[in-house]
């Protein structure tokens, strides 16, 4: 039994809530951009029908490298209609960024996401966000969010969350609801000090959890999942234990690759523990 300086986590929230912002800042102060690179408005919303609609609904995932270890993050579909996404992306991840306006409190999608995360046994971060917009009332939304955890049947330790408070527009975070400059570190270390490190049999079988399909113009189908246990590499034989009729068939592995901010890099070997991308 393995440890690693790996975290796994997806970020949830209300549509508007500032979720993609949030996420375009930790790729840009954890190094994943070079300070003078431009960035494009609501890089993670890249579907066509995400940017006409304004939300992001095709879970996007990205990774950054913060103190040494790799953060692999999911942003999730904010939108009550694309709930089924969520509890796919959920199955990959060992935390949660729970993500709050600081005016609105929890809304009715922060429920339904919350429910499912709590099922799980996910223990949410609270990011309090927004909180230099007028009106924010950080107090009420702690209560509301509490009291919402409480009726949806948190444990103890669920019900013990802590609290961010952040400007995703303006780059900044910390731990007093009074911050107003800084940088994304304290929510970073939240991170680090919070999500656990899971214990991953790196020498059992392979087992390899694919959650959702991406698409390439090059290889075709992408498999994206979260390595379970053992080791995965080019040319590895598999057993898919339910094909296109139900029944399990074989298949070899062409390629393995890993995300590197929001590009996808190609690995010779990959472990329990990794989010990954498989075709074959």
């Known amino acids: 039994m393995t440890k690693r300086a790996l975290r796994n986590i997806a970020i949830i929230a209300h549509v508007d809530h500032g979720k993609t912002t949030l996420v375009d800042q930790l790729l840009r102060q954890s190094g994943t951009f070079r300070s003078n690179e431009k960035i494009s408005e609501r890089i993670m ?19 950054v490298e913060y103190e040494g270890t790799h953060i692999n993050i999911v942003d999730t579909p904010g939108h009550a209609d694309f709930g089924g996404e969520v509890e796919r992306v959920l199955s ?106 899971r214990d991953d049999e790196i020498d059992a079988p392979l087992q390899l959890q694919i959650s959702s399909i991406d698409y390439s113009n090059y290889v075709g189908k992408i498999g994206v999942g979260r390595i379970r246990r053992g080791k995965i590499k080019p040319g590895t034989d598999v057993v898919c234990v339910n094909g296109p009729d139900g029944t399990p068939f074989k298949g070899r592995i062409n390629q393995v690759l890993k995300f590197k901010g929001l590009e996808r890099e190609v690995v010779d070997e990959a472990i329990a523990g990794d989010i990954v991308l498989v075709n074959g």
Do not use: W
């Not at 799980?120 to 009332?137: E, F, H, Q, T, Y």
């Open 45 to 63: 919303d890249s579907n066509d029908l995400e940017k006409e609609r304004g939300i992001t609904i095709l879970a996007k995932n990205c990774a």
């Open 92 to 197: 990959m991840v060992d935390g949660v960024l729970l993500l709050v306006d600081a005016v609105e409190g929890p809304m009715p999608q922060t429920r339904f996401v919350t429910k499912k995360a709590l099922a799980l046994g996910l223990k949410p971060i609270v990011v309090i966000n927004k909180v230099d917009r007028p009106g924010a009332r950080c107090d009420y939304v702690i209560n509301a969010t509490f009291e919402l955890f409480d009726k949806l049947g948190a444990t103890e330790e669920q019900l013990d969350f802590p609290v961010i408070y952040a400007s995703g527009l303006n780059g900044y975070a910390g731990t007093e609801e009074n911050v107003r400059s800084g940088d994304m570190r304290p929510l970073f270390n939240a991170v680090l000090t919070h999500v656990p490190v």
